[in-house]
Every structure is written in structure tokens, then in C-alpha cells.
């Protein structure tokens, strides 16, 4: 197995990871109470030049 110190730390930025996407989750849903006709979107989907292209923010939060 992996050293406690680097599966504490992996344990850690997972842990990290999920509250951060739990606490957006959380927010666009609230959003969504407030503003039922706003369209979720990434960024690169308003600029084509950003970065990101490959994360699809109306698909993944289009249940919302």
C-alpha cells in the first residue's frame, strides 16, 4: 500500500474535492429556485477560447 502521509493527503484532496462540488451542487440548485429559466453552462460554452472544453457543465448539472 501507499504511505500513510500520501494516502492522508489523497484521502484529503478527495474529501476536498467532494465538498467543494457538493457546496457548488448546493448553490446552482439554489440558483435554479431563484432563476428557473437560467441555463447552467461552462465557461468555454460563452467563449469558445477558454479553456476547458472538455468538461460539459449543462450536461453534467442539467438534472438541476
Avoid: W
Amino acid at each position: 500500500g501507499l504511505p500513510a502521509k500520501i494516502e492522508l493527503s489523497i484521502n484529503s484532496h478527495f474529501l476536498t474535492a467532494y465538498h467543494q462540488r457538493a457546496s457548488l451542487v448546493a448553490l446552482l440548485r439554489e440558483l435554479k429556485q431563484v432563476f428557473p429559466q437560467a441555463l447552467i453552462v461552462g465557461h468555454h460554452d460563452l467563449n469558445p477560447m477558454k479553456a476547458c472544453p472538455c468538461f460539459d457543465a449543462a450536461k453534467e448539472y442539467r438534472e438541476l
